[in-house]
């Protein structure tokens, strides 16, 4: 996108209060849903002796990890620091966009959900577009940045529970 797309954008937004604030709660209320939807996963895998309870742990921190230090390494600026905008929420963060980590850490543990419970993995799914959509429209974050967090998110997920099922 360009400064003109993301100035129209968050303009709109703008000169909306009630259209601001719908797509603040969807953004924080998408973002807490799924990691409270995780914890309780989490719980009632614990509470059913779930041999899936370490994998379910363990995936979803590794994939955390690679992706935290795959960011870092790529450092990629957002786009509100090279397209000289504000962005809709106040966010000083700098650089690290790429790929977005609230997306694969959302798509990751939707996957992680697949194995336990294919319907909460379904509602985390559509939960973890909410936030792509929602980072973007902020002006944090590229398409880009949430489409890769989406797909590496997933991927990741994916093989490293490949790799649990295949040990365990």
């Not at 954008?9 to 924080?28: D, V």
């Not at 962005?87 to 996957?111: E, M, N, W, Y």
């Not at 799914?125 to 980072?135: D, E, K, Q, T, Y």
Request: charged share 10%; with cysteine; hydrophobic share 55%.
């Amino acid at each position: 996108m360009k400064t003109e797309q993301y100035n129209a954008m968050l303009g709109w937004f703008r000169a909306r209060p009630a259209a601001r604030r719908a797509l603040r709660i969807a953004s924080t209320g998408a973002v807490a849903a799924v990691y409270v939807l995780y914890a309780g996963l989490l719980g009632w895998l614990f509470w059913q002796r779930s041999p899936l309870l370490p994998g379910e742990v363990l995936v979803p921190a590794v994939v955390f990890v690679a992706g935290s230090v795959l960011r870092k390494a790529i450092n990629r600026p957002r786009p509100y620091e090279t397209l000289g905008f504000a962005p809709l929420f106040p966010k000083d963060t700098r650089g690290q966009s790429f790929p977005s980590r609230h997306c694969f850490s959302a798509a990751c543990i939707a996957v992680a959900a697949w194995f336990a419970c294919p319907p909460l993995a379904a509602v985390l799914g559509v939960l973890g577009c909410v936030i792509a959509v929602s980072r973007v429209l902020s002006g944090v974050h590229y398409p880009s940045d949430v489409l890769a967090g989406l797909a590496f998110g997933a991927a990741a997920s994916g093989l490293g529970f490949a790799v649990f099922f295949a040990i365990c």
